[in-house]
């Protein structure tokens, strides 16, 4: 009979703080370096010990036992304050009635909906660069996701108007301060009235306010209007409808988890294009034979494999999310380890993602391992960009349809230099993005489409 082991405690606390200094510093590098240690390995987080599962499979079943490990943990909590019950933290039977009430909204034919206005937005923005006059690529490819995301869920006609500019700057602030405090073991600097803290409070009630109006404005003519909004406010579980309150933590959600990775993605892709021009020539031949110079469309993307697998590799190398948690719902085993119940559990993507005993060369870019014969070495749970089991993000499908059109959509028209002397760097935040990325487009196409 194998033996049930307690898990040990990694090296390197130090007394009251535990390894919280190591993960806010250095978070990406401390958790990576737990992979060569055991499968499951305690970390402490002030006086919380917190069960980090380094093993993908393990990880795996871990996703795919929701039962017992569900959500919670010291991440999941403090982002608690934020989403309230929305999809990406609620659990149990709450979560499977709202997934199942927002499945619709997400439908193939919603997406290709979606699709048409990705396009159009694509069309719009890349067709006003010019030839050779700098673009802060980082910042477009906010407004463009922010842009997507704001007209999916809130129809055009629908007598509602959002400041995208300044819920754009509100939606950055409340994720720079959500990282400052989920590294706040204790949550005392949370409270202190600092000029980080005031502006988090009113970034926080200006995401809010324009929610909760927009939500009334819908609630007071209840209409399909093709959009998100719509979906939400419409859909009915038996005679029952969601509250306010909570179609208001599913928006905040959307919105928050949503237009930054995508935007982050989409900047580090144009990075690693420019800065490996093997890819770049590959990804403009696979332009130019399927778009012939026009913006992608919902239409071009079976075509489209190359600029997936760009897409797929973008995800892996500059992971959209350090850590993430669970909770013990009981007392359990998992790989031979006994984890207490009411545990705090968590896990990297970015980890599994950089494990050279997981991927080839973890630091290189290379696409070509998301080739479909390649990319099935790849063990199971060591590449999860969506997360697994019920928990899956309810918005991938939208989200690979926006990153690959537009991506392909840039391709087609525009090569992109990098500025001399601008390297680009991770910011040290809940998602990664990147500092500043300033560069140059080349036209490449006649405009025709």
Same mark, same amino acid.
């Given at each position: 009979?194998?033996?049930?082991?307690?898990?040990?405690?990694?090296?390197?606390a130090?007394?009251?703080?535990?390894?919280?200094l190591?993960?806010?510093?250095?978070?990406?590098?401390?958790?990576?370096?737990?992979?060569?240690?055991?499968?499951?390995?305690?970390?402490?987080?002030g006086?919380?010990?917190?069960?980090?599962?380094?093993?993908?499979?393990?990880?795996?079943?871990?996703?795919?036992?929701?039962?017992?490990?569900?959500?919670?943990?010291?991440?999941?909590?403090?982002?608690?304050?934020?989403?309230?019950?929305?999809?990406?933290?609620?659990?149990?039977?709450?979560?499977?009635?709202?997934?199942?009430?927002?499945?619709?909204?997400?439908?193939?034919?919603?997406?290709?909906?979606?699709?048409?206005?990705?396009?159009?937005?694509?069309?719009?923005?890349?067709?006003?660069?010019?030839?050779?006059v700098?673009?802060?690529?980082?910042?477009?490819?906010?407004?463009?996701a922010?842009?997507?995301?704001?007209?999916?869920?809130?129809?055009?006609?629908?007598?509602?108007?959002?400041?995208?500019?300044?819920f754009? /700057?509100?939606? +950055?602030?409340? $994720?720079?301060?959500?990282?400052?405090? &989920?590294?706040?073991?204790?949550? @005392?600097? #949370? %409270? *202190?009235?600092?000029?980080?803290?005031?502006?988090?409070?009113?970034?926080?009630?200006?995401?809010?306010?324009?929610?909760?109006?927009?939500?009334?404005?819908?609630?007071?003519?209840?209409?399909?209007r093709?959009?998100?909004?719509?979906?939400?406010?419409?859909?009915?579980?038996?005679?029952?409808?969601?509250?306010?309150?909570?179609?208001?933590?599913?928006?905040?959600?959307?919105?928050?988890?949503?237009? /930054?990775?995508? +935007?982050?993605? $989409?900047?580090?892709?144009?990075?690693? &294009?420019?800065?490996?021009?093997? @890819?770049? #020539? %590959? *990804?403009?031949?696979?332009?130019?034979?399927?778009?012939?110079?026009?913006?992608?469309?919902?239409?071009?993307?079976?075509?489209?494999?190359?600029?997936?697998?760009?897409?797929?590799?973008?995800?892996?190398?500059?992971?959209?999310?350090?850590?993430?948690?669970?909770?013990?719902?009981?007392?359990?085993?998992?790989?031979?380890?006994?984890?207490?119940?009411?545990?705090?559990?968590?896990?990297?993507?970015?980890?599994?993602?950089?494990?050279?005993?997981?991927?080839?060369?973890?630091? &290189?870019?290379?696409?070509?391992?998301?080739?479909?014969?390649v990319?099935?070495?790849?063990?199971?749970g060591a590449?999860?960009?969506?997360?697994?089991?019920?928990?899956?993000?309810?918005?991938?499908?939208?989200?690979?349809?926006?990153?690959?059109?537009t991506?392909?959509?840039?391709?087609?028209?525009?090569?992109?230099?990098?500025?001399?002397?601008?390297?680009?760097?991770?910011?040290?935040?809940?998602?990664?993005?990147?500092?500043?990325?300033?560069?140059?487009?080349?036209?490449?196409?006649?405009?025709?489409?």
């Amino acid at each position: 009979m194998t033996d049930v082991l307690t898990p040990a405690i990694a090296p390197g606390a130090v007394p009251v703080l535990g390894h919280a200094l190591l993960m806010k510093r250095a978070p990406r590098e401390f958790l990576l370096s737990l992979q060569g240690t055991d499968p499951v390995i305690g970390i402490r987080l002030g006086r919380q010990t917190v069960y980090v599962i380094n093993d993908p499979g393990l990880i795996r079943s871990a996703l795919r036992d929701p039962d017992t490990f569900g959500k919670g943990g010291p991440i999941t909590e403090r982002f608690r304050a934020m989403f309230g019950n929305g999809l990406g933290i609620s659990d149990g039977e709450l979560h499977r009635r709202q997934r199942a009430l927002m499945q619709p909204a997400f439908s193939h034919s919603r997406i290709v909906g979606y699709a048409a206005q990705i396009t159009e937005q694509a069309r719009a923005r890349f067709g006003g660069w010019q030839d050779g006059v700098e673009v802060a690529v980082h910042q477009e490819m906010a407004d463009l996701a922010l842009t997507n995301l704001t007209r999916a869920m809130f129809a055009a006609d629908g007598g509602v108007e959002v400041d995208a500019d300044r819920f754009r /700057e509100a939606t +950055a602030t409340v $994720l720079n301060g959500l990282y400052r405090r &989920v590294m706040d073991p204790t949550g @005392v600097l #949370a %409270r *202190l009235p600092t000029p980080a803290n005031r502006r988090y409070r009113a970034a926080e009630s200006h995401l809010r306010g324009v929610i909760d109006g927009v939500v009334a404005a819908y609630r007071a003519a209840p209409e399909d209007r093709g959009d998100l909004l719509s979906i939400l406010m419409l859909a009915r579980d038996g005679q029952a409808t969601m509250s306010d309150r909570q179609v208001h933590d599913e928006v905040m959600t959307i919105f928050i988890a949503g237009a /930054e990775s995508i +935007a982050n993605t $989409l900047a580090w892709a144009c990075h690693e &294009v420019a800065a490996h021009p093997e @890819v770049e #020539a %590959r *990804l403009c031949a696979e332009a130019d034979r399927v778009l012939a110079g026009r913006a992608a469309e919902y239409i071009d993307l079976a075509s489209l494999g190359y600029t997936k697998q760009v897409i797929s590799e973008t995800l892996r190398l500059r992971t959209q999310g350090w850590a993430l948690s669970r909770t013990t719902t009981r007392q359990t085993t998992i790989g031979g380890y006994r984890i207490p119940a009411d545990a705090a559990i968590m896990y990297s993507p970015h980890a599994l993602n950089h494990n050279p005993a997981l991927h080839r060369d973890p630091g &290189v870019f290379n696409p070509d391992r998301w080739e479909v014969g390649v990319a099935r070495a790849v063990p199971r749970g060591a590449y999860i960009p969506f997360g697994t089991g019920n928990h899956t993000c309810i918005g991938e499908p939208f989200a690979l349809t926006e990153m690959t059109l537009t991506l392909a959509s840039i391709a087609s028209r525009w090569r992109l230099e990098p500025v001399p002397g601008h390297t680009p760097r991770p910011k040290v935040a809940l998602t990664m993005p990147v500092d500043a990325l300033p560069m140059i487009p080349r036209r490449r196409f006649p405009a025709t489409g």
